[in-house]
Every structure is written in C-alpha cells, then in structure tokens.
C-alpha cells in the first residue's frame, strides 16, 4: 500500500508542478489549472462508489483494476501530440485515484486497532516521499527551459505505478470478504444503492466543475459558473434527503452519525483540504516571483513540508498507539496550520529568504497531525462493516475542502490583483511620465517572463524596469496575503472543532478487522466467539435499524 501510495502522488504533485510548462509546450497555458483539477474531481466522483463497490468484490481488485490507469494514462500522456490528447491522457491517469480511500481502509483493518495510527502514518510518510520525490524529478528535468522534458516525467510514473501495482496484485492476498463469496455479481450489483450513488458523483463533480472555473476565467455571474455550481447544490440536497428518508440499504449508514467523532472528523479533514490546497496553489508561485527563483529553488520550501512529514509521521504515530488519544494531537495540528497560515500571511518582498524555508516547518507538522489522526478518528467512530465507505467520506471530504478552497482563493486573489496590480505599476511609472495607457503592456510583459520584451515595452530603461517591477510583486504580495488570512480563518475553526474530539481509550484494542492470515482469522474467531467473517448484509441491516 505504501509504494504505491508513492506511485500516486509522485503523478498527483507532478501534475500540478509540470502543469504550466506542459500547457506552454503545447501552446494552452490557459488550460494549466485543469490539469491537476481534472485527479480532484475523479477523485471526488470516484472514491465514494469504489469504496461502497470494495465491500462485495473486494478490496484488492477495485485498486489492480483502477491502478490500470497509472499506467496507461502517463503513457498517453508522455506521448501525446496536442492538448486534447493531454487532457485525455489525464483523464485516464484520474481512475487510478479513485481507490484511494481503500488504501487507508486495507491499512487499518490488516492491523491491530490499537497500532491503526502507526499504519496511516505509514502511508503519511509514504505520500511525503512521494511529493519529494515528484518535486525533485520535475523541477531538474525542467532546468534549462527544457519543456518537452515533462515526457520523461511520465514515463517514469508510469514505470513507478506499474510496479506498485505489480506488488497489490502478487503480494495482497486477503481472504474472500462474506458478500464476495456468498453473493453472484448480479446480486452485488443489485444490492449497490445506484440511485445515491449516480447523484452524489454527479453532484460532487459539477460541484468540482463550478468552483474550477469561478473566477478562472468566469465571473460568478457566468453561466460557466452558475449552472453547474447550482445543479450540483440541488443534487446534493436531492442525495441527502434520499439518504436520509429512504428505506433499505443506502450509501451512508445512519450509525456512522451516531459518534459525533465522525462528523467533526470530516469537518477536519475538510479544513485541512482546504488549507493544503492553499498551500499547493500558492505556495511555490509566490517564491518564484518575490525571490526571482527558479522553479526548482522555489520549490524547496514546498519540499520541506514534505521532509517535516516525513520525519512527524513516525512521531505521530508512536504518540497516538502509546497515550490512545487523539484530541490533543489535533487541537496541535491545527495550531500549527493556522500558525503557518499566519506567518505567510506576512511574507513581502523584503522579507528575509529564510522566512519563506522556516514557515512551512509549521505546514509540516500541522499536515502530519491531522490527517493522520482525522482518519483514524473517522474509521474508530465507524463499524468495521462501513469501514470503507467511511474511508471513501474522509477522502472526498478533504476533497471537497480543497475545491472550496481553491474557489475562496481563486475569488479573493483575482479580486487583489484587479485592484492593487494596475495601480501600484501606473503610480511607480508616473513620475516617468509613463503613458496609463501602456500599464497594461508593462503587466502582460512581466508575466510572459521575457526579458526581451519587458525592455521593449520599458524602453530598455533599468529604472523604470527596476521600480516597475517592485511595484508588480507587491501588488501580487498582497494577492496573496489575503489567501494565506483567508486558510488561517479556516484554519482558527479547526482548532475550534477539534476540542469536541472524544478520546475513547477502549477502542485501541487487539482486534483485527479484516486479518489477511487465515490462521488468524480464525484464532480471532475463536478467542471472541464469533463467525470468522467480516462483513454480512445482516449485519449492515441491523445496524441500520438500530441506528
């Protein structure tokens, strides 16, 4: 699980890395934003049925079959000609993660309750490799302006993806779940509640599809924006009274509410989404033009988030299984988010280089914390019946908080940028009696990036360039001060909210949900009197009644 965890966000981070300089190779810098959006919404749309669909067929093969696509999507990819091979291409390489809730659900009902912490910090520290490993393979292959280079990323991922998956297929071999033994496929796919989930994939992907394009490049009044964005609003209240008012077997259990660990666990994971992203948007872009670097220095503080990862996962882990508690631990990963948040929220142009690779320390730690421990919280509160459905919930709830995110941000930047940009460049200039008419040249010329062109426009005078230039990066300072304030905001709420934990030290027993050995599958059954089986229509129904 945790190699291929790797495979996954090596592709997810180096979507989002190369998405600019492979959008400018084929001449669409427009489309950039969609090409890490377009794994974020299957993400939100897939990881929800899959997860429902993994309690009849089985874990293993809902991940081989969807894994597929890291390997054929970066081949498409490395290969294409033009942008809507690229597209597709990506599209492809979108059903490998609509799995990934299950990584987190094998993950913990292959191991003792008490050490499930331990096992999520396992795949923590994995995703941190994975985005290190990403960020450093990119931003090389891209030294020297070298676009086409983007190839040899993906086929790389490729290589990567395909082992991982080679290692689920040989080396994860559980034992047949009750309903994939006692039931056809007819039967399963009869039982599967296609009405809630055809509406909340729908929902959550025009909802995805909405936030996108607000602001990037519609306004809020656009049908662009507007017709998606409502429907999918529609269709989740649609989803939500079906779920709640309809009779048999459904998409969401009412015992999973019955802790109200669950629910604030997806309230945490939501914030934390919506922060992550905050930082996965902004973060390297605004180093790069505040401190003139390239690509890859400025993605050195991105990195050392993931480095602190690395090194607090363990440590998160170690403290969860010993002290059974995970209130504190999320109280301090919010602390320290909203404390980064915070501290770039102050970075300008005169700020010391050091702040920018000392903040995302903070970033780090907050990271490993919560997410760690919010799914641990969310898949305690749950029956191990519902495990994986309730793994699927944790996922596209920080999904869902990165797309809101994205669109706050997306809104406020844009927002700062139309009212600072052009007027900070005109009253740096106005002392050169520079015409107001050509402010709008001077802005495209800093953005193309080109040297050539900014003299041009500039008259090659190195003062005017020089003061012109400043008054462009505060400008953008303050865009993006407003987005660091604006995750802080959110950020104070979960501190708020993660004070309601309930830390429940008996639930960090010996029990094995799903144990892969036969032999301890039935010692299990044996020591607690019980049918050495793990999931039973029954026992989903009973706990529907009961709930």
């Excluded at 180093?287 to 990195?303: G, H, K, R, V």
């Excluded at 940028?417 to 740096?428: F, H, I, M, Q, T």
Aim: glycine share 8%; with cysteine; charged share 15%.
């Amino acid at each position: 699980m945790d190699f291929i965890s790797i495979a996954q966000l090596f592709g997810l981070i180096g979507s989002g890395f190369l998405a600019v300089q492979t959008t400018l190779f084929f001449g669409h810098i427009g489309l950039a934003g969609w090409l890490p959006q377009i794994l974020a919404i299957f993400t939100l749309a897939l990881n929800i049925p899959l997860s429902h669909a993994a309690d009849y067929w089985g874990r293993k093969w809902i991940i081989v079959i969807c894994s597929l696509g890291g390997t054929v999507g970066p081949l498409v990819i490395a290969r294409a000609n033009n942008v809507a091979t690229l597209i597709a291409g990506q599209c492809i390489f979108g059903i490998a993660f609509g799995c990934q809730s299950s990584f987190y659900a094998i993950i913990s009902e292959v191991l003792p309750r008490k050490y499930r912490s331990a096992g999520q910090a396992s795949i923590n520290f994995a995703t941190a490799v994975g985005s290190i490993l990403a960020m450093l393979t990119a931003g090389l292959l891209m030294r020297g302006g070298k676009l086409e280079n983007y190839r040899i990323f993906w086929y790389i991922a490729c290589g990567i993806y395909t082992a991982g998956n080679l290692g689920i297929f040989f080396g994860y071999r559980p034992p047949p779940r009750e309903l994939q033994s006692t039931m056809n496929d007819w039967e399963k796919l009869k039982s599967l509640d296609w009405i809630g989930l055809v509406i909340v994939a729908v929902g959550l992907t025009l909802f995805c599809i909405g936030l996108t394009w607000s602001s990037n490049p519609y306004g809020w009044d656009d049908a662009h924006v507007t017709a998606p964005f409502v429907v999918s609003i529609v269709l989740l209240i649609c989803f939500g009274i079906y779920e709640w008012r309809g009779t048999g077997e459904r998409l969401i259990n009412r015992t999973l509410f019955k802790d109200r660990n669950f629910a604030i666990a997806l309230f945490a994971m939501f914030m934390e989404g919506l922060s992550f992203f905050t930082t996965n948007s902004y973060l390297v872009r605004e180093i790069t033009l505040l401190y003139d670097s390239d690509t890859l220095i400025a993605s050195t503080p991105f990195m050392i988030v993931f480095i602190v990862t690395i090194f607090m996962s363990p440590v998160v882990g170690i403290y969860t299984t010993v002290a059974k508690s995970l209130r504190n631990s999320l109280v301090i990963g919010f602390v320290s988010i909203t404390l980064y948040n915070a501290l770039m929220a102050t970075l300008t142009p005169s700020s010391p280089k050091g702040c920018a690779w000392g903040y995302p320390v903070f970033a780090g730690i907050g990271l490993s914390t919560v997410v760690i421990n919010s799914m641990v919280a969310a898949q305690m509160s749950s029956p191990p019946e519902l495990l994986s459905i309730t793994s699927g919930f944790v996922i596209s709830a920080r999904g869902i908080g990165g797309a809101v995110g994205m669109a706050i941000n997306n809104a406020i930047f844009s927002s700062a940028l139309e009212k600072n940009l052009g007027n900070k460049v005109a009253a740096a200039l106005a002392p050169f009696d520079f015409p107001l008419d050509k402010i709008g040249a001077v802005i495209e010329a800093f953005e193309s990036q080109s040297q050539q062109l900014v003299a041009q426009v500039l008259e090659g005078n190195t003062e005017m360039i020089g003061v012109a230039f400043t008054a462009y990066k505060n400008a953008y300072s303050i865009a993006f001060r407003n987005t660091w304030i604006t995750a802080a905001s959110f950020s104070c709420i979960g501190i708020f909210i993660s004070a309601f934990f309930r830390d429940d030290k008996s639930r960090f027993d010996d029990h094995i949900d799903a144990a892969v050995q036969e032999d301890i599958v039935r010692h299990q059954a044996e020591k607690e009197d019980i049918q050495p089986t793990m999931v039973h229509r029954e026992n989903l129904q009973d706990l529907e009644k009961t709930a």
